[in-house]
């Protein structure tokens, strides 16, 4: 069993910046892919970012390339979620995942074995 643990939302301006954190328990971390998702209200969970288990490849949603940046620590149990010049369309929960059994990383919820409960995230206009 893998308890996932975001921090870091909060309300933050349009143009501003956030890091949101996931610390993972368990001695396997560094086995797993791991992924960021979010769900905006009304609107269904959509992919946002994923980082394969060694950190060396990386996956991003192509309308939010240039901006966040996933990266992760294996000697901390924790991946990193580093976003710049967020905007109201930014608002929504963050969860992070993990993906088990596999050495690239998956774009789809279903691929993901294990979630956080979320953090929120508002940007103010």
């Known amino acids: 069993q893998v308890q996932l643990v975001e921090s870091g939302g909060g309300l933050v301006q349009a143009g501003g910046s956030l890091r949101l954190s996931c610390a993972a328990s368990?001695?396997?971390?560094?086995?797993?892919?791991m992924g960021w998702f979010r769900q905006a209200p009304g609107k269904e969970r959509e992919f946002v970012v994923a980082?394969?288990?060694?950190?060396?490849?990386?996956y991003y949603a192509d309308s939010l390339k240039g901006r966040f940046t996933i990266s992760r620590d294996n000697a901390k149990n924790t991946v990193y979620l580093q976003m710049n010049s967020l905007n109201p369309e930014n608002t929504a929960v963050y969860y992070c995942?993990?993906?088990?059994?596999?050495?690239?990383?998956?774009?789809?919820?279903?691929?993901?074995?294990?979630w956080g409960q979320g953090t929120q995230v508002t940007v103010s206009s």
């Open positions: 368990g001695r396997t971390f560094s086995t797993y892919a």
């Open positions: 980082i394969s288990w060694s950190g060396a490849n990386t």
């Open positions: 995942a993990a993906q088990t059994g596999t050495v690239a990383a998956g774009t789809e919820p279903y691929e993901y074995d294990y």
